[in-house]
């Protein structure tokens, strides 16, 4: 469209105290608008009345706002069919700069240039819209988790297809005795309800359910996945707007634990047989049929140890004090030894802990296991040692109850068998030990596949109360995503975010960088190599832009010009000024906040450094730091979240890629002669604020010490 801009100063909040406004408006004049208006209070009603006059009167349809963050008041400066960009003139100015100052001054100016730069090349976002969205929610896993999302998603009017591999529902919930307790106190033991909730499912008209039988296949993206499933009549295919996938656990291979006797005495047992044996009706021991009346259990069996599993499962320490309770219900004089590293019972469930502890029929202690062996009468000998108590334990009991882990059923099993470039399941990560992967940090329900959401304990160890929780905010994410694909726009993190990269095949070598790099599977291939979008599965980070070496791939808002162009506009003061440039792409998920914290907290750091906002460290093309070197710029700061096994990247693998691609880097420093170190990657979380002004200043201090661009002046 042809552009007609309006430029619109804010002079509230300080920004009219610390800069000279007729100097910025005067530079606002040289910029071919068609308006330029100052207010004081511009997010206020006369404020923002003041731009809707212009647009609906005057025709502006490209508007830019110069006052506060483009984090804040985004609802003020909201205009339908219209351009906005915004320049943070004051967190990231007047908040943290010295007021009425020459430097001050040019960094608001080179910020207001940036933002009409970018603006004139910004165009209108165009929805990418599918018709025949299907609204039909595939849950994959009939137990507790897959059960409640089914009920979850049929009680919103929408339909719900679960298939089950069983064939029955219920998945381990079937083999429970007793449940741990779910209200208060927390001390009684429930029944699980299993056939109730089973009952609900079979009955409910919105739900199709198909048991004894495996996803066999899943095409196509959110919205329109297409799903073949195998079942006892053969090949199934469904449509689907979204996935749940509520497979559960398995224990862990309790053969591997032979230090415990497993195996080798027939009275050692799991927790699992433990329950199943509750639940037919009588403890006894496997050796010769006789009630067990004094039973041990060893917590960690397995678990927490690098060796076999190094993580807690989170439910066996309730576990095990369920199943002492098992014991003592069968008898006065029974006895049942618990022998833990650590008690874990978080929240409410320290209630039951304590009623456990109240009972002098269930002796609990921590120690180390150090031997089990076995008497002619084959009773149990279990000793311990380093136990509270200061000195070992030595206990003679009918029966050994192994508390193993619980291991995701996505382990040696792909379950969504996805018709992906990228591999039919999850991608693996080590954090996880094989659970479904997860943003914990900022997105708990979603994987690196858009409109797949792992729940319950095919995610990590929970109880059946936290399942249930935790598939009902999966139902409610898998009814998003539909909703949101359906009008065009993104989830997360980007939520409502209607853009999404569009491709120049023409220029396409196929090097394949953006269908491998993508965190989220959102490329496919054609047999030549040729990227083949899924704009519905996209998260909208950029990462394929960052990636691309022949610039093909951009978005409306968000391109290789436009960021280009905002350099370009930066005023690049001549090197005897002795006022050197850094530009730094900055996070717009944890560095671009950051920054915004510290001007809020008035912290102070050297004006000379001009921010980009990036949409992932992973979207920045090295051609944007070639041109900017190219065009005389001190130095660069690339500012992008924490990764690893930790990471806090909003998307996942950017901030690591970006740091990967710094080989690319290197490669264009030596090409143009300039040295390695103008150019600084690093990684700051949004609380790490405070540490802003050291970090800047230090990048100064080295460049000083390296001395000015040479390219500066060509």
Known sequence: MEKKVGIYICTGCGIGDALDIEKLTNLANTQNAASVKTHEFLCGDDGAKIIEQDISGEGINTVVVAACSQRVNFDAFNFPDTVVERVNLREHVVWSHTPNDEDTQMLAEDYLRMGVAKARRMELSEPHIEEDISRTVLVIGGGIAGMTAALEVAKTGYDAVLVEKEPQLGGFMNKMYKVIPRKYPFAKLEEPGVEAVISEVTGD????????????????????????????????????????????????????????????????????????????????????????????????????????????????????????????????????????????????????????QDDEGIFLTKGNVTSVDEDEGNNLIVEVEDTLLGEPVKVSVDLLVLATGMVPTTVDDPILNLAYRQGPGLPDLELYNGFADSNFICFPYESRRTGVYPTGSVKMPLSVAESTEDATGAALKAIQVIESVAVGKAVHPRSGDSTYPEFFLQRCTQCKRCTEECPFGTLDEDEKGTPQPNPNRCRRCGICLGACPERIINFKNYSIDIVASAVKAIDVPEEEENKPRVIAFVCENDAYPAFDMAGINRLQYNPNVRMVPVRCLGSVNTVWIADSLSAGIDGIMMIGCKYGDDYQCHFAKGSELATYRMEKVQETLNRLVLEAERVNILQLAIDDYDKIPSIVNEFMERLDEIGPNPYKGF
Not at 257 to 273: A, K, R
Not at 274 to 299: C, H, L, W, Y
Request: hydrophobic fraction near 30%.
């Open 205 to 356: 008209p919105n739900i199709k359910v198909y048991t004894s039988s495996q996803v066999e296949k899943i095409e196509g993206q959110p919205g329109k996945f297409v799903v073949t499933i195998a079942s006892p009549q053969g090949a199934v295919e469904t449509p689907a707007g979204s996935v749940i996938m509520a497979t559960g656990w398995k224990p862990y291979d309790a053969t591997k634990l032979d230090s415990y006797g497993y195996g080798q005495f027939p009275n050692v047992i799991t927790n699992v047989m433990m329950e199943e044996m509750a639940k037919n009706g009588q403890i006894t021991r496997p050796s010769d049929g006789a009630p067990a009346k004094n039973v041990a259990f060893i917590q960690c069996a397995g678990q927490r140890d690098e060796e076999h599993l190094p993580y807690c499962s989170s439910v066996c320490c309730l576990g095990s004090l369920k199943q002492a309770t098992y014991v003592r219900e069968t008898s006065k004089d029974s006895k049942a030894y618990i022998f833990y590293k650590d008690m874990r019972t978080p929240g409410q469930y320290e209630l039951f802990y304590k009623s456990a």
